[in-house]
Nanobody
Framework: VQLQASGGGLVQPGGSLRLSCAVS????????MGWYRQAPGNQRELTAT???????NYANSVKGRFTISRDNAKNTVNLQMDSLKPEDSAVYYC???????????????WGQGTLVTVSS
């Protein structure tokens, strides 16, 4: 199983970016998916998560500005980031809770990270 993230880059404050993450490989179930971020010197923190039914959870710092979505048919999760602030600058990682085979436990899988820089 692999997670491939894309969509990071440099954007001015107030601008928008859209991150995408695709899950590939064989698995039994794809459960919650999400985005986490890690700024230099900080621990990785939850940004947003979404259940298979589309129930979303956001960090307080991004509520009202970020929107997470997923396409269960394509095994993808997206993060629309609007009204970006310099403090949103970080490496963003996608994550998925996956059961590889019916008898396996659910494990967390991570993408490689994509850099988002918000600066004028």
């Amino acid at each position: 199983v692999q997670l491939q993230a894309s969509g990071g880059g440099l954007v001015q404050p107030g601008g928008s970016l859209r991150l995408s993450c695709a899950v590939s490989g064989n698995f039994f179930t794809l459960n919650d998916m999400g985005w986490y971020r890690q700024a230099p010197g900080n621990q990785r923190e939850l940004t947003a998560t979404i259940t298979p039914l589309g129930n979303a959870n956001y960090a307080n710092s991004v509520k009202g500005r970020f929107t997470i979505s997923r396409d269960n048919a394509k095994n993808t999760v997206n993060l629309q980031m609007d009204s970006l602030k310099p403090e949103d600058s970080a490496v963003y990682y996608c994550s998925a809770q996956i059961k590889r085979r019916w008898y396996d436990s659910v494990d967390a899988y991570w993408g490689q990270g994509t850099l988002v820089t918000v600066s004028s």
